[in-house]
């Protein structure tokens, strides 16, 4: 008789920010003093009326290679010229090297300030890259010079909008493994089982082999089967999380 067991292995959702860009730039002077956007200290960049856009980049992140991005955040201090009323600003994630953009930019709406510059407050947009964002991210262009964020003046409103200062926040997991052994009573036989994994190619474990490793895997599904060696019953297929081995779920924790 026989059995196998499988491990997966996975690492923890990890946070790394907040931080705040080290370049600014707006195209034709749409907005003046746009370096103001790079620190929190009420001197704003400032535009007045709407679509107006200011790219804010170089935020330092260092996102390990073989990390998945699930979530980004991005927060910007923002208001309104005093008695203008509630108004729209977008937030665009800005991709390196190809120019590319959000295609569907996210709204966030903002009320009026009654200092202006001093009273803007911070508003929030987050989530998954590709399903809120609509941008695949790689590790690499995170921690590229000009990963960022454009932040456009986008209401119908014609008054001044602040910008005091941007921050992004990258939410990311790890690459997880699958680990395979075999175990046979009596225990050390020479008979090699085939396995085939829906991650990779078919291999072959002895009740003496060193465990099978996957490598690195995403975040998923995946499933094991094993062919009966002819004289063997198989008596067991377990899981140590508990996932059935024809469903094993790879998730953060």
């Known amino acids: 008789v026989f059995y196998f067991a499988v491990a997966p292995i996975f690492l923890n959702a990890e946070i790394e920010g907040a931080k705040y860009a080290t370049s600014a730039s707006s195209a034709n002077g749409h907005w003046s003093n746009p370096s103001n956007a790079l620190t929190e200290d009420n001197a704003c960049a400032e535009t007045g009326g709407p679509n107006k856009k200011v790219t804010l980049t170089g935020f330092g992140f260092s996102i390990p290679s073989d990390a998945i991005i699930t979530d980004v955040t991005v927060e910007a201090k923002l208001g309104l010229d005093e008695g203008s009323g509630p108004d729209k600003f977008k937030y665009q994630l800005v991709k390196p090297g190809t120019g590319v953009v959000t295609s569907d930019p996210l709204n966030v709406n903002t009320t009026e300030v009654t200092t202006q510059c001093s009273d803007t407050d911070y508003?929030?947009?987050?989530?998954?890259?590709?399903?809120?964002?609509?941008?695949?991210?790689?590790?690499?262009?995170?921690?590229?010079?000009?990963?960022?964020?454009?932040?456009?003046?986008?209401?119908?409103?014609?008054?001044?909008?602040?910008?005091?200062?941007?921050?992004?926040?990258?939410?990311?997991?790890?690459?997880?493994?699958?680990?395979?052994?075999?175990?046979?009573?009596?225990?050390?036989?020479?008979?090699?089982?085939?396995?085939?994994?829906?991650?990779?190619?078919?291999?072959?474990?002895?009740?003496?082999?060193?465990?099978?490793n996957s490598g690195p895997l995403n975040p998923g599904l995946y499933s094991i089967s094993e062919s009966v060696a002819a004289g063997w019953d198989l008596t067991s297929a377990t899981c140590s999380d508990g996932s059935p081995v024809a469903s094993i779920s790879l998730q953060a924790d």
């Open 123 to 212: 508003i929030s947009k987050s989530g998954n890259p590709i399903s809120v964002w609509n941008l695949s991210l790689t590790p690499a262009e995170v921690n590229g010079q000009d990963f960022g964020v454009i932040i456009n003046s986008h209401g119908g409103n014609n008054v001044d909008h602040f910008l005091d200062v941007a921050r992004i926040t990258i939410t990311f997991t790890g690459t997880g493994t699958i680990i395979v052994d075999k175990v046979t009573d009596p225990t050390g036989a020479s008979q090699s089982f085939d396995f085939t994994p829906s991650y990779g190619s078919v291999f072959s474990l002895t009740s003496s082999s060193s465990p099978d």
